[in-house]
């Protein structure tokens, strides 16, 4: 099973179930915003979506990845809006029989929600600036 | 002639200073010879940025001819995460 969520609060995370009696793996993942960014400190980001096409384009991805390995169920959540220095900005849970198959999906998941998601982050700086977070200046 | 309307993200949106922009165009105006048109704009602000393009929110891997209607997107490197 597949959920995806696009949140515009504070990540709640996917509940920790004693009832998969057929998987042996429960991995949790949760991406926080470090303090800097490209060497300067960071007050938060705001996360940007493509309205519509993000929420689809993870769907998608979080059902192929689900084709791809053989795992049972594919949980995550990702923040829009401000995200302050600590919180957690993707919550991503999977459960499989095994380890492996678990801790490889979740790897290949991640890298490729960060290829083709329609999902930007802006630095906002100490003084308040906010700036596109690849942009160095 | 045609009207679309472009959605700007992150750098490109740093770029030309607004979030959308409504066009109107020549009929036959293909996606990339708007990608050129952007660029122009931006005078240089997005050179060396790799954008892909989605069309009515679907990512489009070559060159079309764009429509009446049309949402474009110019996505720039994305950062989910």
Redesign the interface.
């Given at each position: 099973m597949v959920i995806v969520e696009i949140v515009s609060g504070p990540i709640t995370p996917f509940p920790s179930e004693d009832d998969h009696q057929q998987d042996g793996a429960e991995l949790v993942f949760n991406?926080r915003v470090r303090a800097t960014e490209h060497g300067e400190n960071i007050m938060a980001l705001e996360?940007?979506q493509?309205d519509?096409?993000?929420e689809?384009e993870l769907t998608q991805l979080a059902n192929e990845t689900c084709k791809k390995f053989p795992i049972h169920d594919l949980f995550c959540k990702?923040r829009i809006g401000k995200v302050s220095v600590g919180e957690t900005?993707?919550h991503v849970v999977i459960w499989s029989k095994h380890r492996k198959e678990g801790l490889e999906a979740m790897i290949w998941f991640?890298i490729e929600?960060?290829?083709?998601?329609?999902?930007?982050?802006?630095a906002i700086l100490e003084d308040g600036t906010r700036?596109?977070?690849?942009?160095k200046h | 002639m045609i009207q679309v309307k472009v959605k700007c993200f992150s750098q490109v949106q740093y770029a030309l200073g607004v979030n959308e922009l409504s066009l109107e165009l020549e009929p036959g105006t293909t996606s990339a010879e708007l990608e050129e048109l952007v660029r122009n704009t931006a005078q240089g602000k997005l050179d060396g940025v790799i954008l892909r393009i989605a069309v009515n929110q679907k990512y489009v891997p070559v060159e079309i001819e764009l429509k009446d209607g049309d949402e474009i997107a110019f996505i720039p490197p994305v950062q989910g995460g």
């Open positions: 991406g996360y940007e493509y519509g096409m993000a689809t990702h900005s993707l991640i929600l960060k290829k083709r998601i329609p999902i930007w982050k802006w700036i596109p977070s690849e942009c | -």
